[in-house]
């Protein structure tokens, strides 16, 4: 047994799944998950030693890679003076103040500690500024963990198959309605059904939580149209698309103004932060200044955002890293397509900006159901080859391959070369 292996043994005997969030433990895959040790730019290093590159980037944080000089300067800096103090401090001014001026149509950001409490308090937010209760999301987008928001979801509950979860009650998901990724009809279905009584559209502008799906032409214009028609308000999940898609997220990158934003992921850094954004006049309505309850112990921890505002800073700073990812990405799934195409294995590859996805199938993936389709077995495989070749790839057909700007061209040829003989590998077997 390597050391990888024994830790594994012994987390199973004290975490359930011998993990501490489900996609980590390989389930999806089949395997042993690989435990880590140190990370650097684009590489991982596990317990054993062995070197990756690493295309998961903790789901999407690590944009800038590990282990950044600037990010671990400012964080050594900050600890110093003290890990928290449940006050105001400097830095949670100077990070609002970066995110509102990076992000188009945001007036006022409210810090939590995840994605999923931003968006649990952002839903809260809408319910309460509107005096409506029923909530609409698109089934295969995942936001978070909380009650209202394990219907339909993606992700994790996907790949297991159990789109909801035990333990939320008929009550929580009676007032989530589920409508179809780029199918504004159903969209418009629902509202007309539930007229008067849709506070919010919730939507990931990319779904990336079900491989990568772009939205069509007019899809997100289609959801700003009908919840001004609807008096509904529009909620962006930015938790992976905000820093990521362009340095103002997807309202800039689609020119599509959102309600309310969510935030987490990238925001700190590779810290535990989230964050819940909009105009003035709906933030105010978050206690102390309204009547939306919402607080949190460590929100806007010193040691967090000095690693988040630092990463920010760097993403303002340097616009053209968003091209060179982009241009990564780009080149990657072209790569992918070639070798398929060449070994005659089915493959749809995915891509926007420096998210991508390589699906098992010949369907083009537009949907949660065309995604579904794709082959989870042949997935395995092809995430096993790739992971003994050194590429660390997310452990599910159905998450997304994060690129980072730390990404080299060495990184990338070496990738293509061990996608190459996988897939030639692959039509072997068959
Ligand atoms: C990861 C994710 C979340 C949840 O964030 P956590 O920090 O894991 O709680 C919410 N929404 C989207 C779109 C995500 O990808």
Same mark, same amino acid.
């Given at each position: ?51 990756? !590159? ?34 105001? %401090?400097?830095?949670?001014?100077? /990070?609002?103040?970066? /995110? ?5 149509? !945001?007036? =006022?950001?409210?810090?939590? @500690? ?7 308090? *952002? ?11 029923? !909530? ?12 209202? /928001? ?28 589920? +409508? ?20 919010? !559209? ?26 001004? &028609? ?10 992976? $698309? ?22 987490? &992921? ?16 709906? =933030? ?12 949190? %112990? ?14 920010? &800073? ?18 990657? *799934? ?6 398929? +195409? ?5 493959? $749809? ?36 080859? =790739? ?13 997304? =391959? ?7 061209? @060495? ?10 003989? $996988?897939? *030639? ?6």
């Amino acid at each position: 047994m390597d050391v990888s292996e024994k830790l594994f043994e012994r987390a199973c005997k004290v975490l359930p799944g011998g993990v501490n969030s489900p996609v980590r433990a390989f389930r999806a895959v089949g395997g042993k998950p690989r435990f880590l040790q140190k990370g650097l730019g684009s590489h991982v290093l596990d317990a054993d030693g062995k070197e990756y !590159i690493d295309f998961i980037g903790s789901w999407g944080p690590m944009i800038l890679g590990h282990s950044h000089p600037d990010i671990l300067a400012a964080v050594y800096e900050r600890m110093t003076d003290g890990l928290s103090f449940g006050a105001p %401090t400097a830095l949670e001014v100077e /990070m609002a103040e970066r /995110m509102v001026d990076m992000v188009p149509h !945001i007036e =006022m950001v409210r810090m939590v @500690n995840s994605g999923t409490e931003a968006v649990m308090s *952002a839903l809260r937010l809408a319910r309460g500024a509107t005096g409506r209760e029923k !909530i609409i999301k698109f089934e295969g987008c995942y936001h978070g963990h909380s009650d209202a /928001m394990l219907v339909g979801a993606g992700s994790g509950a996907l790949t297991q198959g159990v789109p909801d979860s035990s333990g939320v009650t008929s009550g929580a998901a009676r007032d989530t309605l589920i +409508a179809q990724y780029n199918d504004l009809h159903s969209v418009e279905t629902l509202l007309d059904a539930n007229a008067g009584q849709v506070a919010a !559209i919730i939507v990931e502008p990319v779904a990336a939580n079900m491989g990568v799906v772009a939205p069509q032409e007019g899809f997100l214009a289609g959801l700003r149209a009908l919840c001004d &028609k609807h008096g509904a308000l529009l909620i962006f999940d930015e938790v992976i $698309t905000g820093f990521r898609l362009a340095k103002g997220g997807a309202q800039e990158y689609f020119g599509v103004r959102a309600d309310l934003v969510t935030y987490g &992921k990238i925001i700190g850094g590779g810290m535990p932060v989230g964050a819940y954004a909009g105009s003035r006049a709906l =933030m105010e309505q978050v206690a102390p200044c309204g009547p939306v309850y919402q607080a949190g %112990t460590l929100s806007g921890n010193p040691v967090a955002m000095a690693a988040g505002v630092t990463q920010l &800073k760097i993403l303002c700073d340097h616009p053209e890293c968003y091209t060179v990812m982009e241009q990564s990405a780009a080149f990657l *799934a072209q790569h992918l397509r070639e070798s398929a +195409a060449a070994h005659g294995i089915a493959l $749809t590859v995915n891509q926007i900006g420096s998210l991508l996805c390589p699906y098992f199938t010949d369907h083009a993936v537009t949907c949660f159901a065309h995604a579904k389709s794709a082959d989870t077995a042949r997935y395995a495989r092809y995430f096993n080859s =790739m992971l003994a070749r050194g590429i660390y790839l997310a452990p599910s057909q159905f998450e997304a =391959m994060f690129v980072s700007a730390a990404h080299t061209q @060495n990184d990338l040829a070496f990738t293509v070369q061990a996608a190459e003989e $996988t897939l *030639a590998a692959m039509a072997a077997d068959a």
